[in-house]
């Protein structure tokens, strides 16, 4: 347990250095990123925050941030839709939803959309122009089994392309991801994606429309695992019996990508051993919570 009144005073005595506010952020690979979504105990996000306000843990030593921005930073998002048989009847409702997000991209925003059911298929590569991407969404259609981790790893690799491709230029990433089902068709499984996220710098969200099975307590892998990656990627997931809310969940997450900070700091931990570093982010306001991701791998040294 991280005393905080001890974290504080190191924070001071260490010096805070001066936050570096721009639209767009520049790093290299020793830049620790980390978006972070800070809500009150309603659940109402928290805006208009300093710098000075965070506290960033790494293995539980506080480190000295380097980079800070309160202003919604470009983003690149991945929209993964379940085009399964099962959703015949839901489908109509979730292309709705999901036009009504896309059209909520800022000026510096991109998106891909990505629909599975026996296969991930890319039906737009990544585009600010929302008329492209809502209608990708209008063309799918459902039938068939369900490929999710495939889709999710699909997703994944097609935002580390992005990274590398974007090179010192620092754009948040994000995968959204609607399933009503269990994956029956993928070769990759749960536990590969789920380490796959973790490596990655991907929040991710997942919306899971649940059957009548699950809904009798019934254990649902596919569940298990959105949750899982949701918090690790220090997402959120929503699983709901309803697909009338999706307009409703879409809006909420739309609100909280426009409404997190974006943190960068430099490890105090020098070592390139690719070890897990647990992270832990603070902030100075009663009753108020700070969610990012849980970890990351350090970098390994090349040999």
Do not use: C
């Not at 009150?40 to 506080?62: K, W, Y």
């Not at 974007?166 to 754009?171: D, H, L, P, Q, V």
């Amino acid at each position: 347990m991280i005393d905080r009144s001890a974290a504080v005073a190191a924070l001071l005595a260490a010096g805070l250095a001066a936050p570096v506010v721009g639209q767009v952020f520049r790093g290299g690979t020793d830049v620790v990123m980390l978006s972070v979504t800070v809500a009150d105990s309603e659940g109402r996000l928290l805006t208009g925050l300093a710098a000075e306000d965070f506290h960033i843990f790494e293995d539980g030593v506080l480190q000295t941030i380097e980079n800070f921005s309160r202003d919604p930073q470009p983003i690149a998002l991945s929209i993964l839709i379940d085009t399964s048989a099962s959703m015949d009847e839901k489908l109509s409702i979730a292309q709705q939803a999901a036009t009504g997000f896309v059209r909520r991209l800022g000026p510096q925003d991109v998106a891909q959309i990505i629909d599975f059911d026996s296969r991930a298929r890319i039906r737009q590569d990544f585009t600010n122009d929302a008329d492209l991407l809502e209608r990708a969404i209008r063309s799918t259609a459902a039938g068939g089994p369900t490929a999710l981790y495939e889709a999710l790893n699909v997703a994944l690799n097609q935002l580390r392309l992005t990274r590398a491709r974007a090179g010192s230029e620092i754009r948040r990433q994000a995968v959204v991801v609607l399933s009503d089902g269990e994956d029956t068709r993928s070769l990759i499984d749960y536990v590969e994606v789920i380490d796959l996220s973790k490596r990655s710098e991907v929040v991710v969200y997942a919306i899971g429309l649940r059957t009548r099975a699950v809904r009798r307590n019934v254990y649902s892998e596919a569940e298990s695992a959105l949750r899982t990656m949701s918090r690790e990627t220090g997402g959120l997931s929503y699983l709901v019996d309803d697909v009338m809310v999706l307009e409703e969940i879409y809006s909420e997450i739309a609100d909280e990508l426009a409404s997190q900070y974006v943190i960068g700091y430099v490890s105090t931990n020098a070592a390139r051993d690719g070890s897990w570093r647990a992270l832990d982010v603070m902030v100075d306001r009663t009753a108020a919570s700070a969610r990012t991701r849980t970890g990351y791998y350090a970098p390994k040294a090349r040999r």
